[in-house]
């Protein structure tokens, strides 16, 4: 069974602190990715990695950073955390080969 | 661009009475559509996929490329089938990555 687990369940922060979120899997997948989950707007892609080191815009980047040093985890970067990134965030991870992608519980992240 | 379109934020049928969520999407590519579903405290997991032309907890999708739609129906709702449903959609090329829509709820009342 695949496993994606998030560092966080709950997170609360302040305006303007970095916010790290981590998310790893244990599945030897290429890809992974970052969306935030919002009521009546789905799920947005924040950002995507192909492999190590290797990242890609997503179509809501703004605001966000992401770094992937090592195959296995992935995480997301609030440079300065505004309220307006108060969401859900959902981690997911594909074999490159495949196209079913596996997400992580969540973490609700909650800027006050 | 892509696009993913589900009308209705919320659905609620009765326990037996059949169910249709609908999706709809503009592609200008050949799509490959997703049923994602989300249960109360889970994370959110693969429904099916078109390409599969399966049947998953009794639930089934066509494409109609015709129409641009995918939606989602099952004859006979069951209270455990109360949940939240993304249709997706997956680039042909190029990065791969999922477009999902702004989802519906399914309610299931007794």
């Known amino acids: 069974d695949v496993k994606v687990t998030q560092s966080s369940r709950y997170l609360v922060k302040r305006t303007g602190e970095k916010v790290f979120l981590e998310c790893v899997q244990d599945m030897d997948h290429e890809n992974m990715f970052w969306y935030r989950q919002d009521p009546g707007l789905g799920l947005r892609l924040i950002y995507f990695?192909?492999?190590?080191?290797?990242?890609e815009k997503g179509d809501i980047p703004e605001g966000y950073s992401v770094s992937r040093e090592k195959k296995e985890r992935f995480s997301l970067i609030l440079e300065s955390a505004s309220t307006n990134q108060t969401s859900m965030y959902l981690c997911?991870?594909?074999?490159?080969?495949?196209?079913?992608?596996?997400f992580g519980p969540g973490t609700r992240l909650t800027v006050l | 661009a892509q696009r993913v379109t589900q009308p209705e934020k919320l659905l609620s049928v009765f326990k037996g009475a059949p169910v249709e969520l609908k999706c709809n999407y503009s592609y200008s590519g050949s799509p490959e559509l997703f049923w994602y579903v989300q249960y109360s405290r889970q994370r959110l997991q693969l429904l099916l996929r078109?390409?599969s032309r399966e049947s998953i907890k009794g639930f089934t999708a066509d494409l109609n490329k015709g129409e641009t739609s995918f939606h989602l129906k099952k004859p006979f709702a069951q209270e455990e089938d109360s949940a939240m449903y993304y249709c997706?959609?997956?680039?042909?090329?190029?990065?791969?990555?999922?477009?999902f829509g702004s989802g519906t709820r399914l309610q299931v009342q007794p």
């Open positions: 997706a959609l997956i680039e042909s090329s190029g990065r791969r990555a999922l477009t």
């Open positions: 078109h390409i």
């Open positions: 990695s192909y492999d190590v080191k290797m990242k």
């Open positions: 997911a991870s594909r074999l490159a080969s495949t196209d079913t992608q596996y």
